[in-house]
């Protein structure tokens, strides 16, 4: 079992920047494929972007491109998504996710974390 802690929520205003980490538990960081999702309220969770083990290939939204980018550190067992250029619209719940170990698919989530941007 992957535990997935995620941080670095918070307000900021539109055009800003913020950024948010996720610390996973245990000593297989580089099994796990890496994503981030996030949930506005009334609308369906949606992926926004996903980076693979150990190669560090990148997959992203349309709606993020060129303003968010995800990363990792393996050696710390941490996912980054940051996250420029903010709108109204990146207000959500974002979710990080894992794959199942060498796997593709997401079987573990954080609890999420709180990004809001006021106009």
């Known amino acids: 079992q992957v535990q997935l802690v995620e941080s670095g929520g918070g307000l900021v205003q539109a055009g800003g920047s913020l950024r948010v980490s996720c610390t996973a538990s245990?000593?297989?960081?580089?099994?796990?494929?890496m994503g981030w999702f996030r949930q506005a309220p009334g609308k369906e969770r949606e992926f926004v972007a996903s980076i693979s083990r150990t190669v560090g290939t990148t997959y992203s939204t349309d709606s993020v491109k060129d303003r968010f980018t995800i990363s990792r550190d393996n050696a710390k067992g941490t996912v980054y998504l940051q996250m420029n250029r903010l709108t109204p619209e990146d207000t959500a719940v974002y979710y990080c996710?894992?794959?199942?170990?060498?796997?593709?698919?997401?079987?573990?989530w954080g609890q999420g974390t709180q990004v809001t941007v006021s106009s």
């Open positions: 245990g000593r297989t960081f580089n099994t796990y494929t």
């Open positions: 996710a894992a794959s199942s170990p060498f796997g593709s698919s997401f079987r573990y």
